[in-house]
């Protein structure tokens, strides 16, 4: 009797596993599932039973946008089939059952949490209808203290809290006061309504809301300078908004080193083009705009060039002049200050404050002054203290034949020019340059006479025009 209960049990079993390989096996594994609305592409397409709705979705879209642009090589034509392909909304999504059951999706927030509820396995016959993406009309937006400021489609029953969660919630660098400003406009746009609630109270959005999550700007960010040269610890230094001292900042980089040259050394007031327009206007700019709108970079830096000659007397002979003067005068801005008392606390260089994103540039020491121009051998001449230009002139091979009288002693401190004297105290890092006589030929001598000439001939028929009008 046993026996045979035992083999009834396996028959039963060896029966229940037969089925079920009947059953998967006769199984269908493709699904037929339909897009509508504004999709990039519609239609009826062939999904599997393991598919997810964002799984098709996106598979759908690549294969679609593939095609797109399979054969197109121009590029702006294949900017504008991507832009054009990416304009659909990934929130207000209908899942319709073939039951005729609706769900509700929001792909963007399952991206953001991972909740399956907003992407669900997908059946045979299901239909996605897509809803108009009119985000210039139909929104609701965010900014403030959240992690991802930003504007998002509006969904009937929006909340504050689907707004923070689409934000990617409250960024927690700020000290968040735990109130929210709500700004909403009449239908016309000529009244604006300010609503300020708590956080917490789970407020009901309507379209065109626009938030700000309520918190003052967090001043802790990075901040620093960048010291380059003789310091023994040269590079990025962490420095304070706007309150660290020059000596400060020196002894952060250990001191300097015994061949700096502290009378060359310079501040610089940014080093780029960026810090330029972020310091003058206010102007956030990356590397995006940058690279992809030089023309616009340009038209904000000649801003600051246009209005300086606004209200000037310059004549156009004097505007390039000017003009790299002036660059020099923004690039250049805080750049005249004497290192040689910095480590003195009570001294005015040890207080100058530095600001985030100044540049320090303390240069070795040269030990040679340099002569160049009308000398036979020009170059570095070791600098012997208490000589004058003419020694270093004498060691550069003398003055050539066709050197200008007036030379020039050019300070390395400062860049200054200065008429060559023998009382000129000269220094490690100066130049010396000697220009070039200019020669004119016959030629340039007779054309500079014809032009006085012209000028006489000129002034004699005034004269003879007043003297006839004077009869």
């Not at 009244?191 to 065109?208: A, H, M, W, Y």
């Amino acid at each position: 009797m046993k026996h045979i209960i035992i083999f009834i049990l396996f028959t039963i079993i060896v029966f229940a596993q037969t089925n079920e390989r009947i059953n998967q096996n006769t199984m269908p594994t493709t699904i037929s599932v339909s897009i509508a609305g504004h999709f990039p592409v519609t239609g009826s397409f062939v999904a599997t039973i393991a598919e997810r709705l964002d799984q098709f979705v996106t598979r759908i879209y690549n294969q679609s946008l593939e095609r797109a642009i399979g054969s197109v090589n121009e590029e702006r034509l294949l900017e504008k089939i991507k832009k054009d392909f990416s304009n659909f909304s990934l929130r207000g999504i209908n899942l319709k059952r073939a039951d005729g059951s609706l769900l509700k999706i929001d792909l963007q927030k399952f991206r953001i949490n991972g909740d399956f509820v907003n992407n669900p396995y997908l059946k045979n016959d299901d239909v996605i209808i897509f809803p108009p993406n009119d985000i210039e009309r139909n929104f609701i937006s965010i900014s403030g203290a959240v992690n991802i400021p930003g504007t998002f489609l509006f969904v009937e029953g929006d909340k504050l809290s689907d707004l923070l969660e689409l934000a990617h919630g409250l960024n927690p660098a700020y000290e968040i006061s735990g109130k929210a400003k709500i700004s909403r406009l009449t239908y016309d746009g000529e009244k604006q309504e300010v609503i300020e609630i708590n956080i917490n109270d789970d407020f009901n959005l309507q379209r065109g809301d626009q938030v700000v999550i309520l918190a003052d700007e967090t001043q802790r960010k990075q901040f620093y300078a960048l010291v380059l040269g003789e310091v023994n610890q040269p590079g990025y230094v962490p420095i304070t908004k706007s309150n660290t001292k020059l000596g400060e900042l020196i002894k952060k980089t250990n001191g300097f080193t015994t061949n700096a040259s502290l009378k060359r050394a310079r501040i610089f007031r940014g080093n780029s083009i960026t810090t330029l327009l972020e310091k003058q206007y206010g102007i956030k700019i990356d590397e995006n705009l940058i690279n992809n709108n030089p023309e616009l970079v340009d038209r904000i830096v000649n801003y600051e060039q246009q209005m300086m000659f606004r209200m000037s007397n310059l004549v156009e002979e004097d505007q390039a002049y000017f003009a790299a003067e002036n660059q020099y005068r923004v690039l250049n801005e805080g750049s005249a200050v004497d290192f040689t008392k910095v480590t003195d606390e009570n001294s005015e260089i040890y207080n100058f404050i530095i600001y985030p994103g100044d540049v320090i540039i303390i240069p070795p020491k040269m030990n040679t002054v340099y002569v160049f121009g009308q000398v036979s051998n020009p170059g570095h001449v070791k600098f012997s203290e208490g000589k004058n230009y003419k020694y270093y002139i004498d060691q550069a091979g003398g003055i050539g034949e066709y050197a200008e009288d007036e030379i020039m002693i050019i300070k390395g401190s400062s860049r200054n020019w200065i008429s060559a004297e023998d009382n000129i105290v000269l220094e490690e890092g100066d130049f010396i340059f000697v220009p070039k006589e200019r020669l004119r030929s016959f030629r340039t001598f007779a054309m500079e006479l014809s032009g006085y000439f012209s000028i006489i001939g000129s002034i004699a028929t005034i004269l003879l025009l007043i003297v006839q009008l004077a009869k």
